[in-house]
């Protein structure tokens, strides 16, 4: 049974508010580090419900709290970001900026976390308190870095987040222990070889031919050379070089994504990818240079969390409704960021409608706005229950 009415009453004073909200976020998307009219209208709710509310927390990041000033503190993390990608479905509030959509769903994260807000702020007294980040720049995995370095996890005691999944229908979420999402880098790599006339190629050094055996060795060394139970995906996406058809290029540029599932397998590749490049390289009389920048860690779900948050999944959704993922993703997801430090979890919430849902950054992603119910009751319950729970455990401490 598909879940579609809220069940808690105090809903309907304000659903239809803020589904205004979120159709007016699709109208209006922003892209990364650029979130300043969304971070406005956030930070003016969370005040009108009441929060103590901080602005440009991390660039255009905002900060809320309500609670006591001491205690247990749990966190919620929503992210902002539009991307840029031309909106292509017939919808009455579909994107009014040319070559800007919300595609991955951050619009309906933002008003999950105003959802929250209200809900919380309308409880008599919370037994902890509840802070709420809302995060600029995931789409570039940057936001996270700057709002924890402006101390946005800074004694937070558990941290919840969440993120729209196209595959699940809506009114289910998913959930899992352990690894969600990969590890992921960009990897940039520079072929010098020697120019010379494309008709005596013995004469040069050919910098495409090189970057040929490049891309295809690390292919094969990952299957030779990394054990298969770990999985290595490193994919280019950009190759450029040469300059005319019948000149022997002297420099060719790779750029590219690398993805995986286990962290110290990660701290290692850059240093597997430099030594093998070069060899490969000085095999064939040219010269590389590699760099490596790291994306994002990955995101470790904690299980005990992941069970909190299952447990109140149950009691909202009906456990027939709660799936548990058995595969992690190879994608990335800042989230990892601030959760280096504070246990978290992260659980997708299922947005297809009856004829499904265009995959996540496609154009023609139109999620089912039901889903954003599911949403707010799912984090309400389970930031409700962290709290019910630690502050027992803290006044048994104490
Ligand atoms: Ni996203």
């Given at each position: 049974?598909?879940?579609?009415k ?6 309907n004073?304000f ?5 205004a ?6 109208a ?10 969304t ?12 929060w ?11 900060l ?9 503190r ?7 970001d ?8 017939c919808?009455?509030?579909a ?7 919300h ?13 929250v ?8 007294k ?5 802070r709420?980040l ?5 789409e ?6 700057w ?6 996890t ?7 987040g969440v ?13 899992k222990?352990?690894?969600l999402?990969?590890?992921?880098g ?17 004469q ?10 490049v891309?295809?060795g690390l292919?094969e ?7 298969a ?14 300059k ?32 093998l490049v070069?060899?490969i390289?000085s ?15 990955i ?7 992941t069970?909190l ?13 709660v ?17 280096q430090?504070v ?17 996540l950054h ?5 999620l ?14 389970t ?8 502050s027992k ?6």
């Open positions: 049974m598909i879940f579609l809220p069940s808690n009453s105090r809903f004073d659903l239809t508010e803020l589904i909200l979120r159709r007016h976020l699709h209006h998307p922003e892209l990364s580090g650029n979130e300043h009219q971070a406005a209208l956030v930070a003016g709710e969370l005040r009108k419900y009441g103590r509310v901080q602005e440009a927390v991390g660039r255009t990041g905002v809320a709290e309500l609670g006591p000033e001491s205690g247990p749990v966190g919620l993390r929503v992210d902002m539009a991307l840029p990608v031309e909106e292509r479905t919808l009455s509030y994107s009014r900026q040319q070559g800007l959509m595609a991955c769903g951050h619009d309906l994260h933002t008003c999950i976390g105003l959802g807000a209200r809900l919380l702020a309308a409880e008599d919370l037994s902890g308190s509840v709420l809302f995060q600029p720049a995931e570039i995995a940057a936001g996270a870095r709002m924890k370095s402006a101390g946005a800074q004694g937070l005691d558990a941290l919840f993120h729209v999944f196209p595959e699940l229908p809506v009114g289910t979420i998913g959930v222990s352990g690894c999402t990969a590890a992921a960009e990897l940039e790599i520079q072929i010098f070889g020697e120019s010379g006339h494309g008709a005596r190629p013995h040069s050094v050919d910098a495409i031919w090189v970057a040929s055996k891309v295809s292919q060394s990952i299957s030779r050379r990394l054990d139970l770990h999985p290595v995906v490193i994919s280019f996406g950009r190759i450029e070089g040469g005319a058809f019948n000149v022997i290029a002297d420099q060719v540029r790779l750029v590219g994504t690398v993805r995986c599932l286990d962290e110290s397998l990660h701290e290692k590749l850059p240093t597997w990818i430099e030594e070069k060899s390289a095999s064939f009389g040219a010269k590389a240079k590699v760099n490596y920048r790291c994306i994002a860690p995101v470790y779900n904690d299980p005990g969390l069970e948050l299952e447990r109140c999944a149950f009691s909202v959704l009906g456990s027939e409704n799936y548990r993922l058995d595969k992690p993703s190879l994608g990335a997801e800042d989230f990892a960021e601030l959760l430090g246990p978290g979890t992260m659980f997708r919430l299922g947005v297809a409608g009856e004829n499904g849902c265009a995959p496609s154009g023609q992603f139109a089912d706005e039901r889903s954003l119910v599911v949403g707010i009751e799912v984090v309400f319950e930031l409700m229950e962290w709290l019910r729970v630690n455990v803290s006044k048994n401490e104490s």
